[in-house]
């Protein structure tokens, strides 16, 4: 999700005439984080950045991707979920969204939502759908979520009457409260029907030292040296399940959520310090 202009991405159709390579970009310093090479100096040097006040900063980045991982297989395996609404993609890496979901049932259906248009230019890869399913991508602000749920692209894809699984993995963070991301949460769920889930992911400053904690808080207002993010508390993340039944075991680290199966030893929370949680619509 782009972070720098509220509302829908305007101005030149081409992707590669909206990236502005002097700026560093959330998805594109997540990307590196990850080790991919779809960033760029700019990008390079926030990262660096961020990591030398937070060392742990990749190793959070990986845990994240890891959670959507479990997130998607407990979903479509335990849940029975076929239909995924994937906003704030980020840039396609392995074990996307789709390819996870048709790995457990190739019958599975994904919309990916973005407005970076570096993740347009890559949205290809997104598209490798499983003969039996099928994929789409929207250019799109989470910000908009009548946009999206109005968008042709997902009513060919997506059944609304059914059972989805909304994802909003590392994203939410990047909406301030003037935004009002618990309505924009609110006003997709209610577009689901029962039976839905919603998955999410936020950073957090509850487990950072003070002087992290308050640059962070520095940041959230825009005036930090690492741009715009918006780190909440396990109080305010838990806000965004209002209504909704956790599953177990409820609200978390992303290192420790569903984690039975995966690279020991486990990160600490504070190294990770990231909430994740999967709730059900009834």
Excluded: C
């Amino acid at each position: 999700m782009t972070t720098d202009a509220p509302g829908v991405t305007t101005g030149p159709t081409h992707p590669s005439d909206r990236i502005d390579t002097s700026v560093a970009h959330p998805a594109r310093r997540y990307n590196y984080w990850l080790g991919g090479k779809d960033n760029f100096q700019a990008d390079r040097d926030s990262g660096d950045a961020m990591a030398a006040a937070f060392p742990t900063i990749r190793t959070a980045a990986l845990e994240n991707r890891r959670f959507l991982q479990r997130a998607v297989r407990h979903l479509a395996r335990e849940a029975g979920i076929r239909q995924f609404l994937d906003i704030g993609t980020g840039i396609p890496t392995a074990d996307n969204t789709h390819e996870v979901a048709q790995a457990v049932a190739p019958e599975s259906r994904v919309v990916y939502v973005d407005n970076d248009p570096i993740v347009l230019a890559h949205a290809r890869a997104l598209l490798t759908s499983s003969p039996q399913g099928a994929t789409a991508y929207i250019d799109a602000d989470l910000r908009d979520p009548e946009r999206i749920l109005a968008h042709p692209d997902l009513l060919r894809t997506i059944d609304l009457s059914r059972p989805v699984g909304l994802m909003l993995v590392a994203i939410l963070h990047f909406v301030p409260d003037g935004d009002d991301p618990y309505a924009v949460v609110a006003r997709l769920l209610d577009a689901l029907p029962p039976g839905s889930y919603l998955a999410a992911s936020h950073a957090t400053h509850d487990y950072l030292p003070p002087e992290i904690a308050r640059e962070a808080k520095a940041a959230s207002r825009g005036d930090g040296p690492h741009g715009l993010i918006n780190l909440r508390s396990r109080e305010e993340f838990v806000r965004f399940f209002d209504g909704l039944e956790l599953v177990e075991p409820g609200v978390t680290s992303v290192a420790e959520w569903r984690a039975d199966d995966a690279p020991q030893p486990r990160p600490s929370v504070a190294e990770v310090s990231m909430y994740g949680a999967v709730a059900r619509k009834s």
